[in-house]
C-alpha cells in the first residue's frame, strides 16, 4: 500500500517560513492535498492539486508538487498558524494520508 | 451553505454495533463521493471508507468486513453501520465530501465513537 510520511513536527518563529514535507514514491505523479486541523476542530482543506488555495485560505499557504515531495509552504507564519498538518493523495480507490506535522510557532 | 452534521456515536461495549449518520445540506450526497474518515485519541486521520456516486464502495483493510457504509437519497444521509466493534475502533469519526472525487471539504464536526467495557 502506498505510504505518505510527513515530518512529526516543524517549529518556526513568527514572521518566518515553515516548509511542511509529505514524501511518497513518485507522488509527483499525483494529486496532493492539504489540510489543518487545530486542537478539538475538524480538519480544514488549505491547499488542494498540488498548489490551488480555497476560497479563503490566506496567500501564505502553498504548495509545490515534484518527484517523492510535495511541500506545504506557509510564508510570514503567525500564531494561528499553529496546527498539525496532514497530506492527502488517491491511491486506486483508497485514501491515504500522511502521519501528520505539528507546527509549533515560538 | 454546504454542511455535514454527523450523529451516532456513543459508548459501546466490544463485538458491538452502532450506525453513524451524516446529514448534508446545500449539495446531494448522491451526486458526490463521500467518505468517513476516523482519528484515534492523539493520532492522526484514517481513512475507513468511501462510497462513489456511482454507488460502489471500498473500505481500508483494517474496518473490511464489518463497516458497510451507505447512503439514503431521499433523506440526503450517509451512514456507516459498524458492526463487531474493537478498542482499536474508538475513534471520533468524520464524514466528508470528495470534492472532483479528489479532495475532501467540508468535513464535518465528528462523532465520538468510545468502544469499551
Known amino acids: 500500500s502506498y505510504v505518505l510520511t510527513q515530518p512529526p513536527s516543524v ?21 496532493v492535498h492539504w489540510y489543518q486541523q487545530k486542537p478539538g476542530q475538524a480538519p480544514v482543506l488549505v491547499v488542494y492539486d498540488d498548489s490551488d488555495r480555497p476560497s479563503g485560505i490566506p496567500e501564505r499557504f502553498s504548495g509545490s508538487n515534484s518527484g517523492n515531495t510535495a511541500t506545504l509552504t506557509i510564508s510570514r507564519v503567525e500564531a494561528g498558524d499553529e496546527a498539525d498538518y496532514y497530506c492527502q493523495v488517491w491511491d486506486s480507490s483508497s485514501v491515504v494520508f500522511g502521519g501528520g506535522t505539528k507546527l509549533t510557532v515560538l | ?8 456515536g456513543g459508548l459501546i461495549q466490544p463485538g458491538g454495533s452502532l450506525r453513524l449518520s451524516c446529514a448534508a445540506s446545500g449539495f446531494t450526497v448522491s451526486s458526490n463521493y463521500m467518505s468517513w ?7 492522526g486521520l484514517e481513512w475507513v471508507s468511501v462510497i462513489y456516486s456511482g454507488g460502489s ?24 453501520q459498524m458492526n463487531s466493534l474493537r478498542a482499536e475502533d474508538t ?9 472532483a472525487a479528489n479532495w475532501f471539504d467540508p468535513w464535518g464536526q465528528g462523532t465520538l465513537v468510545t468502544v469499551s467495557s
Do not use: H, M, W
Not at chain 1, 517549529?11 to 494529486?31: E, L, Y
Not at chain 2, 474518515?37 to 493520532?43: D, N, Y
Not at chain 2, 471500498?58 to 450517509?78: C, E, H, M, Q
Open chain 1, 11 to 31: 517549529s518556526v518563529a513568527p514572521g518566518q517560513t515553515a516548509r511542511i514535507t509529505c514524501g511518497g514514491n513518485n507522488i509527483g505523479s499525483k494529486s
Open chain 2, 37 to 43: 474518515v476516523r482519528q484515534a485519541p492523539g493520532k
Open chain 2, 57 to 80: 464502495t471500498y473500505y481500508a483493510d483494517s474496518v473490511k468486513g464489518r463497516f458497510t457504509i451507505s447512503r439514503d437519497n431521499s433523506k440526503n444521509t450517509l451512514y456507516l
Open chain 2, 91 to 99: 475513534a471520533v469519526y468524520y464524514c466528508a465530501r470528495a470534492v
Open chain 2, 1 to 8: 451553505e454546504v454542511q455535514l452534521v454527523e450523529s451516532g
